[in-house]
């Protein structure tokens, strides 16, 4: 994920841009003092993009690059990439921490795609195999898991803390 500084707003999203099913739901604190909420998600021109923000106050310039989307992404016919990338700032405010991030869509064969979020802190990669199977400490780490059925724009969000 690139990080601008927390000082500089992001940029305005063109209105070419792609249309956000609106969520605005609270998964949890992923790091002390900060909570994350997914906006919205969108799906088109081949990416699902995740709208994303910290709510608990900026951060010190140094303490910015620590607070980051932390999520494990598959769908039930897997995307041929894990590959993200995406952007994080302050709110046009200046009051939260918000970004995007976008991930390779899943195949048009996936009927539902799902995130499992977890704290800042974790290391989600050393607990999956590479057969996408997570191991105890991924479920046990895990805070809450965001399901998208993909043909309804529709989402469900379980919370396991």
């Known amino acids: 994920m690139v990080c601008d500084a927390p000082s500089s707003p992001l940029p305005e999203r063109p209105e070419r841009d792609c249309p956000e099913y609106a969520l605005g739901v609270d998964l949890g604190q992923v790091s002390p003092g900060h909570r994350l ?32 989307l932390n ?32 991930w390779e869509a899943p195949p048009a064969a996936a009927t539902v795609a799902w995130f499992d979020f977890f704290p800042v802190s974790f290391d989600t990669i050393m607990h999956v195999s590479k057969r996408g199977v997570p191991d105890s400490d991924y479920l046990s780490h895990r805070l809450s898991r965001l399901t998208i059925d993909l043909a309804g724009r529709t989402a469900s969000i379980e919370l396991f803390r």
């Open 71 to 102: 999520a494990w992404y598959d769908a039930d016919v897997s995307p041929a990439s894990q590959d993200w990338h995406g952007s994080i700032g302050t709110s046009e405010g200046g009051d939260r921490i918000e970004g995007t991030t976008e």
């Open 37 to 68: 909420t997914v906006d919205g998600f969108c799906l088109q021109g081949g990416y699902l993009t995740l709208f994303c923000s910290f709510t608990g106050g900026v951060p010190g310039r140094w303490e910015a690059g620590a607070l980051r």
